[in-house]
């Protein structure tokens, strides 16, 4: 609950929560059909080794349409310690505020909630590096890797979207606010297309990569609140 805030208030705001976790529901049930398609529409072994992906004509097209580019992948391979900067950030601002505050639960329910959602990011890619739903189309330094969905879409549109929301609480600048919040959605833009020119993804990992992730920041949308930050 925010201070002074009227009961009229609190009741939209409720209403907006409810709304953002059934679209939350909504796009992880659409995730779910969309990785059961892969796995049982035009499935044909068209990648390395002979390994088996779905929706072979549509992936296939695309592969060929943007071809390999390696340095590509490697410049966004790096630049993806970028959302990991800012996960050690916000982790960082948990600390003080629990060291400041003395109490778990004294610290920002929103940076709570972000913590929460950090794990369950983490929780999602383990699972697809177990329950391997298709490999990559290249191999990377000789080794067939799990590839969906994209591990890198997922990061940067999970974490960018998350940080976004914070800066946007954050920070009182205006401009600021609005340079900050422009520079991450086009870094967030051009990581999502680069990896898939890059050609070490098949279509459907980056797009199974932004639904899910689409689901994940709306539910954090949904469950998070804001209380006095430092």
Request: positive net charge.
């Amino acid at each position: 609950m925010y201070p002074g805030e009227s009961p009229k208030k609190i009741k939209g705001r409720m209403k907006m929560k409810k709304k953002r976790i059934l679209s939350a529901a909504g796009f992880i049930a659409l995730f779910i059909l969309w990785t059961a398609a892969i796995k049982c529409f035009d499935v044909q072994s068209i990648g390395p080794g002979g390994s088996a992906v779905g929706f072979a004509a549509l992936n296939g097209f695309v592969h060929e349409l943007f071809g390999v580019h390696m340095l590509l992948y490697v410049v966004t391979d790096w630049l993806g310690i970028v959302p990991l900067c800012f996960v050690l950030g916000f982790a960082g601002l948990g600390l003080i505020q629990l060291i400041k505050r003395k109490s778990l639960f004294k610290v920002d329910s929103d940076i709570l909630a972000l913590g929460g959602f950090y794990v369950a990011v983490l929780a999602v890619y383990f699972l697809f590096e177990t329950v391997v739903i298709n490999y990559r189309p290249v191999l990377i330094d000789g080794y067939l890797e799990a590839s969906y969905p994209s591990s890198t879409t997922m990061l940067v549109m999970c974490v960018i979207p998350t940080a976004i929301m914070q800066f946007k609480v954050r920070i009182k600048n205006k401009l600021l606010q609005k340079i900050i919040i422009f520079t991450l959605a086009a870094f967030t833009v051009f990581m999502v297309i680069g990896r898939l020119v890059s050609g070490v993804h098949w279509f459907t990992d980056i797009v199974g990569g932004a639904i899910l992730s689409a689901g994940l920041v709306t539910l954090y949308s949904g469950i998070s609140g804001t209380k006095n930050h430092i």
